[in-house]
């Protein structure tokens, strides 16, 4: 039997990343907490006095999060920090169409974490490495609970400055109702409690769905951008690699079709419009208090634990659910998001650049950003889960959950053109769902699509950065993923 309590608070202790994070040069001695004061110190002697503006391209609603940095660190520099804000979807093509054109519009900018192998393959970003040796202290980059979306290709190109990783959000009033209990566990003879596994899951949410009484099961995403992210978690959860470590594509086999299957048959449990709802349209939607569960990041805790929303208070966390492989549960929570300051290849002052993104990936700039009850900036250092007003604004409950499963994080596929493997993914999902071609066909077609990728990514280097990359994954997961050849 599955020993709940111990899955639950012991996913981070299983976690350890399999590969460390690149190490800074280590050349400067200051203590992280005064690492702030450093970078401003360094930043304002560069200037020089000349009057300086930095342009920062950030993603819509994270304003609230950057702007006590920007203006701490013009009080300390006299430098300005320009903010420009894009939609949350469009902010890693325009740092890339910026590049293309030769605009220079931006000096620095925070794309998703998943965007930055294509960022560093378009020549888009700058590398860090030299300026990491010449800046950063001893172990500052060893403090991020999840550290492998900061670099590519053995080169440093950014900034962790959000926690992004997967996390599930039940319906207290639905998940504690006695009668609820007792009925669940007479027609199932297994209690109702935080599912472990995404049959569990599924089970939970085709209950709860009774549109006749005002409920609905779920809010899972079914957009097509988002959409592979839960099959990405239900694949791994099978126990198979997503490729092998030649690069073969392992997920048309029994293992990919069953995670599809299982995706769709759950949709028809899900609340109505989960087909077109983004990110916001999802926070508001389960804000009303009448869906038991939703998955998310902790920005999303931030919206339904906040003023005004029907949700605050009524909440019950845990990790994305898993899947038994040989008798043993394996879970697989997933880092599929995160922001990432980045140094753009256009910027006219790159070192500037990098020290205002050095100051605010700081212990203190961090904990200031990550405090701001708007926004969407999550913990990812140790200090930012003891920090009272982030407890305060998250709640114990969600950050002990955040915290374990952060550390226990699968990556995303940081490969060169991960956003074509996934846009092939996600297209083919979204036809499989709407029951224009089967499970099978979708996966064979996506398969053969990465094939065609691959061939065109310098094999030989792109099957490297695989080979380097399953070793990142946590060692609890590895353990337990397969190859099917």
């Not at 202290?137 to 590519?152: K, T, V, W």
């Not at 804000?287 to 920005?299: E, K, M, Q, T």
């Not at 070192?351 to 913990?379: H, K, N, V, W």
């Amino acid at each position: 039997m599955i020993n709940r309590r111990k899955t639950l608070t012991g996913i981070a202790g299983m976690a350890g990343l399999g590969a460390a994070g690149l190490t800074a040069g280590a050349a400067n001695a200051v203590d992280a907490g005064a690492l702030h004061t450093y970078a401003a110190q360094k930043a304002r002697g560069l200037a020089a006095g000349r009057p300086l503006a930095l342009r920062l391209l950030i993603p819509f609603g994270s304003g609230d999060n950057v702007l006590p940095v920007a203006s701490a660190f013009k009080a300390a520099t006299g430098i300005d920090v320009r903010l420009i804000e894009v939609p949350v979807d469009d902010i890693n093509t325009q740092l890339a169409l910026d590049w293309m054109s030769g605009r220079r519009e931006y000096d620095l900018a925070l794309p998703a974490t998943f965007g930055l192998p294509d960022l560093v393959s378009s020549g888009a970003v700058l590398p860090l490495t030299e300026l990491a040796a010449r800046h950063e202290p001893a172990g500052f980059r060893d403090g991020i609970l999840y550290q492998i979306g900061d670099s590519f290709d053995d080169e440093i190109y950014g900034f962790q400055s959000d926690g992004d990783t997967y996390v599930m959000f039940y319906h207290s009033d639905f998940l504690n109702d006695p009668e609820e209990q007792a009925r669940y566990g007479d027609t199932f003879g297994t209690a109702l409690d935080v599912p472990l596994t995404w049959a569990e899951l599924d089970r939970q949410i085709a209950w709860f769905n009774r549109p006749d009484q005002g409920r609905c099961g779920g809010l899972l995403f079914r957009t097509s951008g988002y959409v592979a992210w839960e099959w990405w978690v239900r694949f791994h959860a099978k126990g198979v690699w997503p490729l092998s470590p030649d690069l073969e594509p392992q997920i048309a086999g029994d293992a990919g079709v069953e995670a599809l299957e299982a995706l769709i048959r759950v949709t028809e449990h899900l609340c109505e419009g989960v087909d077109h709802f983004g990110l916001f349209d999802n926070w508001a939607r389960y804000s009303r208090g009448d869906v038991y569960c939703n998955i998310g990041w902790g920005g999303s805790q931030k919206y339904l634990n906040g003023p005004g929303s029907a949700m605050r208070g009524r909440m019950v966390y845990g990790p994305t659910p898993g899947g038994v492989v040989a008798d043993e549960l394996l879970v697989t929570p997933y880092f599929n998001w995160g922001w990432n300051y980045v140094v753009t290849s256009n910027s006219t002052e790159p070192e500037i650049a990098y020290l205002y993104a050095l100051f605010a990936s700081s212990p203190e700039m961090t904990t200031r950003a990550i405090r701001q009850q708007g926004g969407y900036f999550d913990p990812f250092r140790p200090e930012h889960y003891s920090d009272a007003k982030i407890r305060k604004i998250y709640s114990q409950a969600f950050l002990d959950v955040h915290r374990a499963s952060l550390r226990g994080s699968i990556p995303d596929l940081y490969l060169a053109h991960q956003s074509e493997y996934f846009r092939v993914l996600s297209e083919w999902l979204t036809r499989a769902l709407k029951r224009s071609v089967s499970p099978q066909q979708a996966l064979r077609r996506v398969a053969q699509s990465w094939q065609l990728i691959n061939n065109r990514s310098a094999p030989e280097k792109q099957r490297e950065r695989w080979r380097q990359l399953r070793l990142k994954y946590p060692r609890h997961v590895r353990r337990r993923l397969r190859d099917l050849s």
